[in-house]
């Protein structure tokens, strides 16, 4: 079947936002407005669209990023010409951190981004952290300042947050006709219009003149529009300081090119819930977010050679390319890999290449998904965004191209998940079902890991907070049928050193037979936090046979996943080999290995290895007359406070708090503020535990 829509009449976009922002009501809206959907599903009543999973609609928040495909006609709001329609592949993204690896496997794949805010709040913490990895991905964006209807609504105040935390590059293309209670309409500072949403949720859009009690303010606003508009065009800005006017199609491909290249960021207004503005943000969508052609091209290597850089551009004729950004476990299908095409056309029923893991893949059934919904297609083309099923060995991040021009598309880095619990099946009988359940959530989400304790036997699961291994335990119950006994939530402690150190580890043994000879000297070195683990081979003239150096190197490593303070495993550091000797009969891998690993043991001590424990960023939002009694808390939890903001009769603080200190935190500021106070948290990074606790972590007094 040939290509229905031109490439450049695609827009790949996501919604992304803090939580509790709106994204899901502006995605329902934008369902329900492209005509996907014939009735609003709503998040508080539980019957929201794109949540679809069982804890999304009972907690009202949004757990995996849900795909769908609406069509779009800008300006044509009742969709009377369907010849100039546009085609969006729209992915709905969590708002809570704990499930940030949504977000960001999103991002990869996306053009670009509709980034939501609420009109009372303005940018908050997680705000501020979807925008970073906006700019990680460069994904162009525009921004959409939701819930102006509700008390304490700002446009201006929520404007003036973005220019302050985000980027002084936002720009109003409009502003709203009252706030709170009275907001009723949208001034398009374009066209100089001013909007109604009337008839059936909102539907007809009604474009009048503005009157004349709106006129100044309008101008006001539409000059500061202008005048950054134009300065990134040096003849349109020419023509500007000459007086002359500047047509609105002068204006928007300015804008256009400039949201492109990450220069600007259109800033729209309006209300989801109560239907005013969504349908002028998909006009935003076709008008100033990229399509597939306007971006450059996806750049992958070599498999043979990851020095060999190769492009992939977005055209059908190229080779096919496609990278794997997500795997679900669909009730009805089974396994789903969801594939972003970047290059060329694929026919179902064909063979394709995973390069990360030099496997083929056969491809025998193609989806285009409409959330939890899907419609079968035979044919993906470049630009595409679409589900396969029943891909055996393919994970997030692989790359699946043709076999005849292998290509390696950049992977995904992924955080490291920060807390772990204990998980035993509540029936022996289940033992088995729970590994293998526990696998293909392991598949589906690249932030959460399992693993099996060699000398206790227990099953340890490591996420990136409470929620996160709730919501784990949880699926497991519902979608697998395992009942699970969970022990108390621990701290993923890691262990570094501080200083450089030499050791030498030597392994001799002597039976009847052969015997085991193995000897290194290595030097221990830190390294800056985060940069991970570096082995250097500095050996010279054969002193240790090559094929020995592999094996060292997992001696070492092996030695550095039980670390030597408290048995948590070791980072940031460097291990050079520069030394040692073998024997022609009795040295082997296995010795070399041992001798590894007793040297390191010796020179990590030797370097003072000390514990390191992982900080949260936290963002506490409380009454004002509480806010003496939550810093008190905080500061009685190790708590450092950044800064204390306002906001509409209420205070924000931001601190940095160690995450041991955090468990049950949310039930305590409950109580703390009569139920008022609101907090969100994220990872931030990892310090060093101070010396009275640490031996409490030592002596297995603190989890």
């Known amino acids: 079947m040939p290509r229905q829509y031109p490439i450049e009449k695609y827009r790949n976009i996501g919604i992304i936002a803090h939580i509790d922002a709106g994204k899901t009501t502006t995605s329902e809206r934008v369902l329900y407005y492209t005509g996907i959907s014939h009735k609003i599903g709503e998040v508080h009543e539980g019957a929201a669209i794109m949540d679809w999973m069982e ?3 009972e907690r009202g928040i949004t757990i995996t990023s849900a795909a769908t495909t609406c069509f779009w006609v800008p300006g044509d709001y009742l969709k009377k010409d369907r010849t100039n329609e546009y085609r969006i592949n729209l992915i709905d993204t969590p708002g809570h951190i704990d499930f940030t690896a949504e977000v960001q496997r999103s991002l990869r794949v996306l ?63 409009q502003i709203p006709v009252g706030e709170e209670a009275n907001f009723e309409q949208i001034i398009d500072l374009m066209e100089m219009k001013i909007i109604s949403f009337q008839g059936e949720m909102g539907k007809e859009v009604v474009k009048e003149d503005l009157p004349e009690n709106l006129k100044h303010k309008a101008e006001e606003w539409r000059n500061k529009m202008i005048e950054k508009i134009v300065s990134e065009d040096e003849l ?18 300015i804008l256009r090119k400039a949201t492109i290249a990450c220069k600007l960021v259109p800033v729209f207004c309006g209300s989801s819930l109560k239907n005013k503005g969504v349908q002028l943000v998909l006009d935003g969508v076709i008008y100033y977010l990229p399509s597939p052609i306007d971006l450059p091209p996806v750049v992958g290597t070599d498999p043979k050679d990851e020095n060999i850089k190769i492009e992939r551009h ?78 055996k060995n393919t994970s997030t991040g692989h790359t699946l191209c043709d076999e005849k021009e292998p290509i390696v598309l950049e992977k995904i880095v992924f955080p490291e998940p920060v807390i772990n619990i204990k998980v035993e099946p509540k029936f022996k009988a289940d033992q088995e079902k729970l590994a293998v ?132 495993p070791m980072v940031d550091l460097a291990v050079a080999l520069f030394d040692g000797s073998f024997h ?47 810093i008190g808390d905080l500061s009685a939890r190790r708590g450092q406070i950044d800064e204390t903001t306002d906001r509409v009769g209420l205070k924000v603080i931001y601190a940095k708090v160690p995450l041991s200190e955090m468990f049950g935190y949310v039930t305590n500021l409950r109580s703390l503020t009569e139920g008022r106070g609101t907090s969100s948290m994220e990872f931030s990074h990892y310090e060093k535990v101070p010396a009275n606790i640490a031996q409490e972590i030592i002596e297995g007094k603190r989890s």
């Open 55 to 57: 804890q999304e609609r």
């Open 437 to 568: 359940s526990l696998k293909k959530l392991r598949d589906e989400d690249p932030t959460f890991r399992m693993e099996t304790n060699q000398e206790t036997g227990e099953m340890i699961l490591s996420g990136m907070g409470e929620l996160h291994l709730d919501i784990i335990v949880d699926r497991l119950r519902r979608e697998f049928g395992v009942e699970t006994i969970v022990g108390k939530p621990q701290v993923a402690y890691k262990e570094t050193i501080e200083r450089t150190a030499e050791a030498e580890g030597k392994y001799i043994k002597q039976s009847g037979g052969r015997g085991q000879y193995g000897h290194v000297k290595i030097r221990l070195e830190p390294r800056d936090r985060g940069s991970g683990f570096e082995f250097i081979d500095e050996i010279k003239g054969g002193v240790i046979p090559r094929e020995y150096i592999p094996a060292t190197e997992k001696g070492i490593k092996e030695a550095m996943s039980k670390g030597v303070v408290a048995g948590y």
């Open 584 to 630: 022609e009969v009795d040295s082997s891998e296995i010795a070399f290995k041992i001798a590894a690993s007793m040297a390191f043991q010796d020179g990590a001590r030797k370097a003072g290895a000390y514990l390191l424990e992982p900080i949260m960023k936290i963002e506490v939002v409380t009454p004002a007359n509480f806010l003496g009694d939550v």
């Open 236 to 253: 349109i800005m020419e023509k500007y300081l000459e007086g002359q006017e500047i047509s609105v199609e002068e204006l928007r491909s």
């Open 314 to 391: 977005p055209n059908d004729n190229e080779p096919f390319c496609a990278l794997a950004f997500k795997v679900a476990t669909d009730p009805f299908v089974g396994s789903l890999t969801y594939l972003r095409a970047y290059s060329g056309q694929f026919k179902k029923g064909g063979y394709l290449l995973n390069t990360n893991t030099g496997e083929k893949e056969r491809i025998g059934r193609i989806l285009r998904m409409h959330s939890n919904d899907r419609e079968e297609v035979d044919d993906v083309y470049a630009g595409d965004i679409v589900a396969v099923v029943g891909l």
């Open 111 to 173: 053009d670009g981004a509709v980034v939501v805010f609420d009109g009372v709040a303005g940018v908050e913490a997680q705000s501020e952290t979807v925008w970073r990895q906006a700019d990680k991905y460069n994904v162009p964006r525009i921004c959409f300042i939701n819930k102006l209807d509700r008390l304490g609504a700002s446009f201006e105040k929520s404007l003036q947050s973005i220019w302050d935390k985000l980027t002084p590059n936002a720009v109003a293309v």
